[in-house]
């Protein structure tokens, strides 16, 4: 059974993945996500067979078809990276009433941290979505395990993880922006049903939030060092700075960094891991 729901995995992931890619188009810009798919460049709208993930960008090489311009290859990395993450939380969970809030929460990780690190904000219209549709997940989950008592849990690992960060935001509010307050929401509601789930007790929430925190500080000091060695290999820099004026690139440095990416990955591999942390 578990083999099955791995292989399903795959193409459902992908295509969770193509409209992750969507979300991340769109949401910034507030273009109406029922808008027919088109090319960034040209604008010519897009058949069924020009937006199959992955596939069609291959296909294509990586080039509109109607105008010839280059497409970015973050659409099949985005891609990739979501069905990656959705065969990981099948492989981990199994068919079970758990594996349902984990897929909502690496959908969204992936497109809100992929949204940070090229705009810098974290959209409060995908955040608090994201949020809701969290609680959904975990409520019709913690029902379907009998364990009602789960849901205050994660209620309370997303105040307690959001009310640490906004202690640090009103500390400093230049390294550490109100946007990932709203962030640690989202995220401390999946943290706080990790625990809650498993094991019986306050404690393992407060393990969890912990963990998170430190390993999120550790994580941004790794995609800071990826970015920064990636740009100097391609002569080039792959973000731009917030504070530069223009929308030419400038060279990157630490504090140029978003810091929900670092928050996402941090938050994913605790939850996912959950049992050894504990």
């Not at 295509?15 to 273009?31: A, K, S």
């Not at 019709?140 to 935001?169: C, E, N, W």
Request: glycine fraction near 10%; include cysteine; aromatic fraction near 10%.
């Amino acid at each position: 059974m578990d083999l099955l729901v791995i292989l399903l995995a795959i193409p459902l992931g992908l295509v969770v993945g193509g409209f992750v890619t969507m979300l991340v188009d769109r949401v910034p810009d507030r273009t109406p996500l029922s808008m027919g798919s088109r090319c960034p460049f040209c604008e010519h709208h897009l058949g069924v067979a020009e937006v199959v993930p992955v596939v069609s960008w291959f296909v294509r090489k990586g080039r509109c078809r109607h105008c010839g311009d280059r497409i970015t290859p973050a659409y099949p990395a985005v891609e990739l990276a979501t069905m990656g993450l959705w065969v990981a939380a099948a492989a981990h969970y199994g068919w079970h009433w758990t594996l349902l809030p984990p897929l909502v929460l690496v959908t969204a990780a992936v497109a809100l941290s992929v949204i940070d690190l090229y705009t810098f904000r974290l959209p409060n219209r995908l955040v608090f979505g994201s949020t809701v549709l969290s609680l959904v997940a975990i409520m019709g989950a913690a029902f379907g395990l009998d364990r009602p008592t789960a849901i205050g849990k994660a209620l309370a690992g997303m105040l307690l993880y959001s009310g640490i960060l906004f202690v640090l935001h009103l500390i400093s509010p230049r390294s550490l922006a109100f946007g990932d307050v709203k962030f640690a929401l989202l995220l401390g509601l999946h943290l706080g049903w990790a625990a809650g789930s498993v094991w019986v007790g306050w404690t393992p929430v407060f393990q969890l939030v912990f963990y998170v925190i430190l390993g999120s500080f550790l994580m941004f000091g790794v995609i800071g060092l990826l970015v920064a060695v990636i740009g100097q290999r391609l002569q080039r820099d792959l973000l731009p700075d917030p504070d530069a004026e223009g929308s030419a690139p400038t060279r990157v440095s630490a504090k140029a960094l978003p810091f929900g990416p670092a928050m996402a990955v941090a938050t994913v591999a605790v939850v996912f891991f959950a049992d050894s942390f504990v």
